[in-house]
């Protein structure tokens, strides 16, 4: 039996038209948040979307002090290449970013004094990742969203 003919592990169908994404999202992997992320998509009318799923979600396009070289500024350059595929590949309408509460890649709700500082924290990182990636794909509608356990919010 050649390869061509092997069974199949699971037996799909894959349709194998090109798309447009409705959006490119950048989401922590944190199971916690997926189903928040399909209502949203759901909302959102959103048909195709390109989903870039990283740790931390748009922490690492927060890092503006990341200094040449480092290892926060190749997960930043990583994520920023991964939203301009997207964008060149699938022309991508809109970019989404999102932080989430209790995020293992900022160590966590108890890395934080309070709810509140917490949260301030989130809403910097959201503004400064939706600045860097507004100056670098200027022509993609960029929004930013703050993931809670009691639904999505979006960032001012
Ligand atoms: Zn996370």
């Known amino acids: 039996m050649s390869a061509t003919e092997a069974m199949p592990v699971v037996k799909f169908k894959t349709k194998p038209e090109h798309y447009h994404a409705d959006a490119c999202v950048v989401w922590c992997y944190?199971?916690?948040?997926?189903?928040?992320?399909?209502?949203?998509?759901?909302k959102q009318k959103f048909k195709n979307i390109d989903l870039v799923k990283v740790a931390g979600g748009?922490?690492?396009?927060?890092?503006a002090d990341a200094t040449e070289g480092s290892s926060s500024m190749a997960e930043r350059d990583f994520v920023l290449s991964q939203i301009k595929t997207s964008v060149r590949l699938h022309a991508a309408k809109r970019i989404i970013l999102m932080l989430h509460r209790d995020c293992g890649a900022y160590g966590?709700?108890?890395?934080?004094?309070d709810g509140g500082a917490e949260r301030e924290q989130y809403a910097a990182d959201l503004r400064a990742a939706r600045d860097f990636v507004r100056k670098e794909v200027p022509a993609v509608l960029v929004d930013a969203y703050f993931a809670d356990f009691d639904g999505l919010y979006a960032q001012e």
């Open 58 to 63: 748009a922490k690492a396009l927060a890092t």
């Open 108 to 113: 966590g709700s108890k890395a934080f004094p």
């Open 30 to 42: 944190d199971d916690r948040f997926y189903k928040l992320l399909k209502k949203f998509g759901k």
